[in-house]
């Protein structure tokens, strides 16, 4: 009987993080630190991309004027 | 376009007992995101004495206008504050967005009950919460805002996880 069968379970959260690509180690490791520490992290993670943009720019910069 | 100074924002709100919400990028990362943030996002108090203890605090950053020309005649003042509702800045502590509502919740007074106290560099911080993040995440339903959903919800799975394994 068709009314017998069940849709398949959704999946959870995780599961669907997982098929979108998430890192889900990466979080768990996030969640072992302090929220200062997590922010400490993504500060230098943004320094570290706003550094490496404005070299860059630099570089840029310097093979226009070529 | 300076490097955001969360540190540096976080305590000059502090002092000056701003009644604020980190909402955005850096509530994301509070609560355990792997995303990287160019902005600094806050829901702040719309009462007189709030926005005059906003104006007094962030006047040393020297905020002005973001993508506005220089010869603007803006001024940061409890004025300008009172006459507008959501302002994109650019300090010298990084961009900062002050929004009077959050998307999907509202004021902040109806976005305090979507937030948790967070201990951030010694200060007490209101954050908005996991969830308060996914109701104004869908409701903005922006690209952006909708790819950082599936994280937000496998935090929120993750962290119950937590929480049930110790109970």
């Known amino acids: 009987m068709i009314s017998d069968l069940k849709p398949a379970p959704e999946p959870d959260a995780t599961q669907r993080a997982i098929e979108f690509g998430v890192d889900l180690t990466l979080l768990e490791e996030n969640l072992k630190l302090t929220p200062t520490e997590r922010l400490r992290k993504a500060q230098r993670a943004i320094e570290s991309l706003f550094a490496f943009e404005q070299q860059a720019r630099i570089f840029r910069e310097k093979l226009e004027r070529l | ?167």
């Open chain 2, 1 to 167: 376009m300076n490097t955001p100074q969360i540190e540096l924002i976080l305590a000059t709100l502090e002092r000056e007992q701003v009644a604020y919400i980190m909402i955005g990028g850096w509530a994301v990362i509070a609560h355990g995101s792997g995303y990287i943030t160019r902005d600094t996002d806050l829901c702040y108090q719309r009462t007189p004495e709030n926005i005059q203890r906003l104006v007094r605090a962030l006047e040393p950053l020297h905020p002005y206008l973001r993508g506005a020309p220089p010869d603007l005649p803006f001024r940061f003042d409890a004025r300008t504050i009172e006459s507008g509702l959501n302002f994109t800045l650019t300090t010298d502590a990084g961009d900062l967005d002050l929004l009077g509502e959050v998307a999907g919740l509202g004021t902040f007074e109806r976005a305090a009950i979507f937030s948790e106290q967070m201990e951030l560099f010694g200060f007490p911080v209101r954050v908005l919460s996991l969830d308060g993040l996914v109701r104004s995440k869908k409701a903005a339903g922006r690209p952006k805002d909708l790819l950082i959903l599936p994280e937000l919800e496998a935090l929120l799975a993750l962290k119950n996880r937590i929480v049930n394994h110790k109970s």
